[in-house]
């Protein structure tokens, strides 16, 4: 837990520089593609060290998550399959070193996209569902791509303003309540995240 502290007082120090946008662009972008951690994190961070900037940093945090996304979601359609319809290289690659990638889980999202279609993406992209996996899913499955835009953007969007909205109005008693309750907030985050790949795996 010390270890977590000490990276979140270094996290915050972000929102001081002029990296600290940058840094939160490319994880965000990251994160919808491959990356298996999350923005959010960073996201309250800068946020809280510049409350009024929250706003740009979570048009920071959208813009970059939905380009993400579209990488994702290139991934899937111009390079998961091979030419005879099997997996690619990159497919079984992510299948196994990425959190949250199996082929059961693979086809059993395609029935969840025929079934839901707009709605799984938008729950993917609000909640702790790793949403990197359905990125790469849409495209493979050739996803109605304007749909999927649309999901994404709405999706993101209302998640990342959220948490800036929160602490750009409640800023100074967030903060303190973060300082005070760190260490288990630490473990609740680290839950949330462990639990969207439980969710995933388990109920769809």
């Not at 939160?24 to 994190?41: C, H, K, N, T």
């Amino acid at each position: 837990m010390k270890i977590l502290r000490r990276l979140y007082d270094w996290v915050l120090k972000w929102a001081e520089t002029p990296y600290g946008p940058i840094a939160l662009f490319i994880l965000a972008f990251a994160e919808a593609s491959f990356f298996p951690v999350p923005p959010d994190a960073l996201l309250i961070a800068l946020a809280l060290g510049s409350r009024l900037k929250s706003l740009r940093f979570a048009l920071n945090c959208a813009v970059a998550s939905v380009l993400g996304a579209i990488l994702g979601y290139g991934i899937g359609h111009f390079a998961w399959w091979t030419g005879a319809g099997e997996f690619s290289g990159l497919a079984v690659f992510f299948f196994n070193h990425i959190p949250g990638f199996s082929e059961q889980l693979f086809y059993r999202i395609q029935e969840q996209y025929n079934q839901w279609n707009f709605w799984i993406i938008f729950t993917a992209g609000f909640t702790p569902i790793p949403y990197k996996v359905f990125t790469i899913t849409a495209g493979a499955f050739n996803i109605n791509f304007y749909m999927f835009i649309v999901a994404s953007i709405v999706s993101r969007s209302a998640r990342f303003f959220l948490v800036a909205g929160l602490i750009r109005l409640y800023g100074d008693p967030i903060r303190e309540f973060i300082d005070k309750y760190f260490n288990l907030l630490a473990i609740l985050f680290t839950i949330l995240i462990i639990g969207g790949f439980v969710i995933i795996k388990y109920l769809i």
